[in-house]
């Protein structure tokens, strides 16, 4: 009796998973473009930056322990 339920059960489940994937609306080719280019630059100004200010610290620090 258990085995029929859950095989249902997983049916179901399967169902509602495809009608979700049905909602997905994806965007287009240059939306995605331009969003990944803008992650990534800023990813590496960021990385730039905190790379500047630990560089910074770091001669700082030095300066005051010497």
């Known amino acids: 009796m258990s085995g029929k339920v859950e095989k249902n059960h997983k049916k179901s489940w399967f169902k509602g998973l495809k009608s979700e994937f049905k909602k997905i609306v994806w965007t287009d080719k240059n939306t995605l473009v331009k969003q990944t280019t803008a992650v990534v630059t800023v990813s590496v100004l960021l990385g730039a930056l905190i790379s500047i200010v630990d560089a910074l ?10």
């Open 57 to 66: 610290l770091k001669y700082g620090i030095d300066f005051l322990v010497k």
